[in-house]
């Protein structure tokens, strides 16, 4: 808190109006004359020194407060009247600059003075103007408060982010943990209905089958030649035949023997042969090697997505033409049907549909597969399934 000397030409020269209307300042204002006695004392001085005006004017400065003796303030008083230097003093928290003007009964007050001291022209006297720098003191430390307060809600808002996300990748890790186990439920329930289809096939190829086929060898060992009995046993044969028919062709939709019997590669041509002819399909079909060994539980997957993609196809692609290919790539099996038909519907409208997309997908994932169902250039639909092998 040392007086900080300015050009000694900044002295004022203060007329006796103005000096009247510093004396209604809010700041603390004192005017000595050259011999340091006080000419003017205003009301900001008169409540923060407690002495009145009329008790204070004419007197010197030394005979007001007596502890100023020695003091810097009385340094810079000195400075400005004898020497013309304006001086600055601040407040410091160990040593208050001007001890005197302390609101009753506040004694922290003083540490937020700020004091100028002022030449006035010609070596008559200076002017005091002290500064209540507790209004910005406050503003200050109320700054502050909101800071720290602005600081906290941010740690705070921090904090529940971290916890929001914690509990989002704990989310997700349940949501992947129940999709895993709905899809191996997925694999099981559909590998126990293809067991039971293959089953029912059997018996019925067994019982039904071998029933039948007694029934035809007693009907036409059947001897009687009366034209009824041979018109009979005619309707009978045609009847029987009939039936062995529907036995195969049920059988057939159930679990193809061709499957089971020559693998899915010779079941999958076949099936496409058959689709292409009732439908009126150009067929370009790529497949591997009828021998690829392929397992049992892959080849029945493959199997339905084409039997599934074709049957959609053919009920509302409209197409002239279709191409089928099934690839053997780096430990993943590729299958890809494109029809040149009208395409798939908005998505809403397939929302509508049935069963078969939503059972190829998740016939698919249950192999750890992905099938993609898209567009087909320049139109029509294009079914993709890639399944690890
Ligand atoms: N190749 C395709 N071309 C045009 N639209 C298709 C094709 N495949 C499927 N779709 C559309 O997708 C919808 C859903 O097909 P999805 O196989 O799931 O059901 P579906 O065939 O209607 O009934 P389900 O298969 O249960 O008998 C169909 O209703 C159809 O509108
Ligand atoms: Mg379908």
Known sequence: MFPMPLAPDTALAVAPDVLGSLAAMSVGVIVLGHDLRVSVWNRWVESHSGIAESEALG?????????????Y??????????????????????????????????????M????????????????????????????????????VLLEESLELQERLLQQLEGNKTELQQQVRERTAQLEELAG???????????????????ELGALMTAIRIDVTRLTSQS???????????????????????????????????????VAIRELAREK??????????????????????????????????????????????????LRAGKGVLVLEIIDNGVGMPAARDARQGGHGISGMQHR?????????????????????????F
Not at 188 to 206: F, G, I, K, P, T
Not at 280 to 296: A, C, G, K, Q, V
């Open 188 to 206: 099981q329930v559909q590998d126990l209905s293809e067991h039971e289809r293959a089953q029912l096939a059997r018996e019925l190829h067994d």
């Open 59 to 71: 007197r010197s400065l030394e005979t007001l407060f007596p502890e100023v003796r020695d003091s």
């Open 227 to 265: 034209e009824a009995s041979i018109e009979r046993r005619e309707r009978a044969l045609k009847n029987i035949d009939q039936a062995i028919q529907i036995k195969r062709r049920i059988m057939e939709g159930m679990r193809p023997t061709l499957l089971d019997n020559f693998g899915v590669v």
């Open 276 to 325: 292409a002819a009732v439908n009126s399909w150009r067929f370009h079909i790529d497949l591997p090697d009828e021998e690829m060994p392929i397992p049992e539980q892959l080849s029945i997957t493959l199997y339905r997505v084409c039997q599934e993609a074709l049957t959609n196809a053919a009920k509302y692609a409209e197409a002239t033409e279709l191409r089928l290919s």
């Open 364 to 388: 698919v994932l249950a192999r750890g597969g992905t099938l993609e169902i898209g567009s087909a250039e320049p139109h029509g639909t294009r079914v993709l399934a890639r399944i690890p």
């Open 73 to 110: 303030f009385l340094g810079a008083v000195h400075g400005a009247v004898n020497g013309g230097y304006p001086s600055v003093l601040a407040p410091s928290l160990h040593a208050p600059v001007f001890p005197f003007f302390v609101a009753p009964g506040v004694d922290t007050e003083r």
């Open 112 to 147: 937020r003075q700020q004091i100028h001291v002022i030449p006035l022209a010609g070596g008559s006297g200076c002017l005091v103007q002290i500064i209540d720098a507790n209004a910005a003191w406050h503003r200050e430390s109320t700054l502050k408060r909101k800071h």
